[in-house]
Nanobody, 129 residues
């Protein structure tokens, strides 16, 4: 069974850091582009970061550039999202998902409905003052 499982969320103060983990089972993350998404209460889901199948390309939404880093550990079949300098606006449920359709050096933060698959259950990130 193809599955992605997120973990690593929690509650932190502004300026703090968290590292989210997206662990894959049933498939190899090297064969997929992986995206991290988030959804805050009352807001639409947005793409936060993605990494291409090749690992060469990474993309970030403007609001997290310079603060978040997406990277992959092929040996652990896991993709991480390192989040530094967290802000209250980062509070959301964070999800990861797989994209097998994009070209090897490409990934998408904004994708058509159904483009990404194997969504995880999400992990809550809360940044409070």
């Amino acid at each position: 069974q193809l599955q992605l499982v997120e973990s690593g969320g929690g509650s932190v103060q502004p300026g703090g850091s968290l590292r989210l983990t997206c662990a894959a089972s049933g498939f190899t993350v090297d064969n997929y582009a992986i995206g991290w998404f988030r959804q805050a209460p009352g807001k639409e889901r947005e793409g936060v970061a993605c990494i291409s199948r090749s690992g060469i390309t990474t993309k970030y939404v403007d609001s997290v550039k310079g603060r978040f880093t997406i990277y992959r550990d092929s040996d652990k079949n896991t993709v991480y999202l390192q989040m530094n300098s967290l802000e209250p606006e980062d509070t959301a449920v964070y999800y990861c998902a797989g994209d097998w359709k994009s070209a090897p050096t490409f990934c998408q933060l904004v994708a058509p409905q159904g483009w990404y698959s194997n969504w995880g259950q999400g992990t809550q990130v809360t940044v409070f003052s």
